[in-house]
């Protein structure tokens, strides 16, 4: 059995996926923002990074097994397209604002985007949740 479904089954659907990506990117934003030495921001990279592999592998069972069988590659195809051009608009935005008000500003621009987004997941996940019987 694949590790990304015994972790899913351990913990349930949502928690599986949400634990080792959620305080990552935040953490990320404010160490590097905070931050005035390369050592420090290197290892921040790290820890960040090894928070995003398990979230990987917990997603991409999660999304197997929940998605039917004839809509698989639909899924994983807009799952790319949003991931890899939010990616590229992220990287291209980050650099202008870098050229235009230092290196600082665009970690503090993450940071603030990353709480807002997980705040709108919460709230998503909550009415999910309500609106849903739990599955045997």
Not at 35 to 57: D, E, I, K, Y
Request: proline letters at 8%.
């Amino acid at each position: 059995m694949p590790a990304g479904v015994r972790a899913r089954r351990r913990a349930g659907r949502r928690p599986a996926a949400a634990r080792p990506r959620g305080a990552a990117p935040l953490l990320l934003a404010v160490a590097v923002a905070a931050s005035r030495t390369t050592a420090l921001t290197a290892a921040m990279l790290a820890l960040s990074s090894g928070g995003f592999a398990p979230w990987n592998v917990v997603a991409l069972s999660t999304r197997q097994c929940e998605a039917p069988r004839e809509l698989r590659g639909r899924v994983t195809g807009a799952r790319r397209v949003v991931l890899f051009g939010s990616g590229t608009a992220g990287a291209l935005t980050g650099g202008l604002l870098a050229d235009s008000f230092g290196l600082p500003v665009p970690f503090h621009l993450a940071g603030a985007l990353v709480v807002v987004a997980a705040a709108g997941v919460a709230v998503a996940f909550h009415r999910t949740r309500r609106a849903r019987p739990p599955r045997p």
